[in-house]
């Protein structure tokens, strides 16, 4: 039987296969604004988008035959996907470990949460921020702090020249200025 006319099955949760790796037995760090965006993320599924789904389902579901019901089989898949998201959100927030990068304020050495320039070797310079796996955006310049330029980022100093290796090639960087947001005033 063709792959077309099988049935859907509301079992298609495959939350594992869309979760970015945590490093064996590692933490999932986080900023204390990344955080705080996925818990507005989690709230806002919950107390705003899936009720509003829900009651689209059901209205659907009430007019009757549901074989030809494009508001019902949409409103189910997406109900699905809002939960498989929901189920992701809860599970990293429980493993999270905030690390505010404030506490490193007027810092020379680079830990989590740092802003890092570095200059590569045809004498380009880049400017990073070294964030949690589910925060990270490379179009904002933001890196995981997994990511292999973080991992080699990390724990050096202003003026240090590192290597960072690359498939198929090792270039050497030289960071040139380091930074954290200043710690906010109580």
């Known amino acids: 039987?063709?792959?077309?006319?099988?049935?859907?099955?509301?079992?298609?949760?495959?939350?594992?296969?869309s979760l970015p790796p945590l490093p064996a037995g590692g933490k999932n760090y986080i900023t204390p604004t990344g955080f705080a965006t996925l818990r507005a993320e989690l709230k806002e599924l919950v107390e705003v988008e899936r009720p509003k789904i829900v009651e689209v389902v059901h209205w659907a579901a009430s007019n009757g035959d549901r074989s030809e019901n494009g508001d019902y089989h949409y409103g189910k898949k997406r109900l699905r996907e809002i939960d498989r998201?929901?189920?992701?959100?809860?599970?990293?927030?429980?493993?999270?470990?905030?690390?505010?990068?404030?506490?490193h304020h007027g810092n020379t050495q680079i830990y989590f949460g740092a802003n890092v320039t570095y200059v590569d070797e045809e004498g380009v310079q880049r400017t990073v921020k070294i964030v949690g796996i589910d925060e990270a955006n490379s179009a904002a310049g933001e890196v995981s702090w997994i990511s292999p330029i973080a991992r080699t980022l990390l724990k050096a100093f202003e003026g240090d020249?590192?290597?960072?290796?690359?498939p198929g090639r090792v270039d050497e960087i030289e960071v040139l200025r380091v930074s954290y947001p200043a710690p906010l005033a109580e």
């Open 1 to 17: 039987m063709s792959k077309a006319f099988t049935k859907e099955t509301d079992n298609d949760d495959d939350d594992e296969l």
């Open 161 to 166: 020249v590192l290597k960072l290796v690359m």
């Open 85 to 103: 998201r929901i189920r992701f959100l809860i599970k990293r927030l429980e493993i999270a470990v905030v690390a505010d990068p404030a506490l």
